[in-house]
């Protein structure tokens, strides 16, 4: 299990890398850092599928099975998000709309359509 609470109290801001602040993607990063994986760093996509730009753009990650984890693709007010799985249902987050980043359950009704996909980095 890779520790995350010291990071409930971090806000969200476009590029941030931490410690204070994050955007989707420099979350994702550093749970994968936390995991003592290194994974390279990008601006995160604003208007693009993120299904493609993870397969296609982003070597080295993968399409895998949901679980605790592995990042997941999201779409969230009409942007793309990802996240990272904690469990078999909860994920981490940084949270544009609330400013913060935060621990919610992947099947609530607000995200389990919205699932693009779910990625590993190799």
């Known amino acids: 299990m890779v520790k995350y609470a010291d990071l409930l109290s971090a806000n969200f801001e476009y590029g941030g890398r ?3 602040s994050f955007d ?6 550093e ?11 990008f601006d995160s996509p604003s208007r693009e599928e993120l299904q493609d730009y993870f397969a296609n753009r982003l070597n080295h990650w993968r ?3 949901p679980g605790p984890g592995v990042g997941v693709a999201l779409k969230s007010m009409g ?8 469990g078999e249902v909860q994920f981490i987050h940084a949270s544009e709309s609330r400013k ?3 621990v919610e359950r992947i099947d609530s009704p607000l995200w389990r359509h919205n699932v693009v996909g779910y990625y590993d980095y190799e």
């Open 79 to 86: 942007r793309l998000h990802c996240g990272f799985m904690l």
């Open 63 to 65: 399409p895998t099975k």
């Open 31 to 41: 749970m994968y850092r936390r995991k003592g994986i290194e994974t390279p760093n």
């Open 100 to 102: 913060a980043v935060l």
């Open 24 to 29: 989707c993607y420099g979350l994702v990063q």
């Open 18 to 20: 931490g410690p204070k």
